[in-house]
């Protein structure tokens, strides 16, 4: 018997049993998308927490922490393979307060001093301009704008929101090329040091989240003893010749495979590092035994569908008694006998996993279209909508797994009465009507 005869064979089956196939398809169906949607949510918040984290951070990037300037060795650091920038930042405490001026406005600004070189050896991007290459050019925030103000745009804000319910919000154009002037006042002090002048040719990357003001003032770090001179001048004596910065580093590894090595390195030098990728190691462990959980109680609906092909499976070895006993007095052996029960096992078990991959698709489609916006009108303040959190990812691998779970199941629900069909006597099969 031909393998094309044998699929004729059970399609002519399931057609004269067609009520009872399709109740047994429909609850093979419903365990299987059960098992992927369940899984398929496991696989959504992994996703959009993988996103949310390496928005926020360079993948490449290891921050070093040290609260002396001298506080690590930066020539050995430099030296470990894959490492392919040390980027030093240098920043006032709260001792020192800066005062930026642009035309008639006036603001503050986050200053640090930097290695441009180090930067763009890390490839740290810009959002416009190019770094400094003279110690009078600057690299400015990307919000810094927004903070410098009039004295009537302070005022509003004194206020209150205007009568359009909304405050003003500063300078609204691109900084590029504008010069601003920069000086230092201490800590409950009347003088401020003297004001230099500074040519932005460089902004920072937009802030990844809309709440994130970026209002930092990237000086060359030539200028950090000039401008500690042109402090010491105005400060009293129990001010002066102190250390008013606070120092970070930041390790910028090759690529992303180099990251674990280079941190080894680091912790072997007793320094405290923190990497992304080591959050994002922790994540997947976390998803993993969920995803795994989840798989694990989609299977158990799957399990007990499995018990639906079962006793259809009885019934049509039943059923079929004397069919079986005609097949096996014309030469039919027991390995057909069984194959042909087997492959109708399988055949409900496909077609109820192909429906339930569709269904599945369909919900999760679904659920992130309709879900963010059901939230936002429960919880308006929420932001869950603007975040753009997926709910339910169904990624290939996911759908490999539970066919297989799918169509396994189904084909060892059949095997028991298929083997129960080759063990049928000629004779007293023969014998039924």
């Known amino acids: 018997m031909q393998f094309r005869d044998q699929v004729d064979f059970v399609r002519q089956h399931v057609k004269k049993n067609l009520m009872r196939i399709f109740t047994t398809i429909l609850a093979t169906t419903m365990g299987c998308a059960f098992l992927i949607v369940l899984a398929s949510i496991a696989f959504g918040l992994q996703g959009s927490l993988k996103k949310e984290i390496l928005s926020d951070s360079a993948v490449t990037k290891i921050e070093v922490y040290s609260s002396e300037e001298k506080g690590i060795d930066q020539k050995a650091i430099k030296e470990i393979p894959n490492v392919q920038a040390l980027v030093g930042t240098a920043q006032f405490n ?147 010749d102190k250390d008013f910065y606070n120092v970070n580093y930041s390790v910028y590894a090759t690529d992303i495979e180099a990251v674990k090595g280079v941190l080894k390195e680091l912790k072997a030098m007793n320094l405290q590092v923190y990497s992304v990728t080591e959050q994002l190691d922790q994540l997947n462990v976390f998803f993993l035994a969920l995803k795994v959980g989840l798989i694990f109680v989609g299977t158990i609906a799957v399990l007990i569908a499995s018990i639906g092909i079962f006793n259809t499976m009885t019934m049509a070895v039943t059923e079929r008694t004397r069919e079986i006993g005609v097949m096996k007095a014309i030469g039919a052996g027991p390995k057909l006998i069984q194959r042909l029960f087997v492959m109708e096992s399988a055949y409900i078990g496909i077609l109820g996993t192909v429906i339930a991959v569709i269904i599945s698709y369909i919900i999760s489609f679904l659920a992130n279209f309709a879900l963010p916006k059901i939230l936002d009108a429960v919880m308006p303040d929420s932001g869950i909508g603007k975040a753009g959190i997926q709910f339910s990812t169904i990624p290939w691998e996911l759908v490999v797994i539970a066919s297989l779970i799918s169509i396994g199941v189904a084909i060892m629900s059949g095997w028991r009465p298929a083997r129960k069909a080759t063990k049928v006597d000629v004779i007293q099969a023969l014998r039924q009507e």
Not at 137 to 154: A, D, F, P, R, S
Not at 158 to 175: D, I, R
């Open 94 to 240: 709260s001792a020192v307060s800066p005062t930026v001026k642009f035309e008639k406005r006036t603001g503050y600004g986050d200053v640090k001093f930097n290695n441009f070189e180090e930067q763009h050896k890390a490839k740290i991007k810009l959002s416009k301009g190019t770094y400094p290459t003279n110690d009078d050019e600057i690299v400015v925030g990307y919000n810094l704008g927004q903070n410098l103000l009039t004295k009537k745009e302070e005022q509003s804000i004194k206020e209150g929101p205007n009568e359009e319910g909304t405050s003003n919000k500063g300078y609204q154009h691109s900084l590029l090329g504008k010069t601003i002037s920069l000086s230092f006042t201490p800590e409950n002090g009347d003088k401020h040091t003297k004001v230099r002048q500074y040519k932005i040719v460089g902004i920072g990357e937009k802030p990844s989240k809309d709440w994130a003001m970026d209002m930092s003032i990237q000086l060359s770090e030539t200028m950090k003893p000039v401008i500690l001179k042109d402090f010491n001048a105005i400060a009293d004596k129990a001010m002066k």
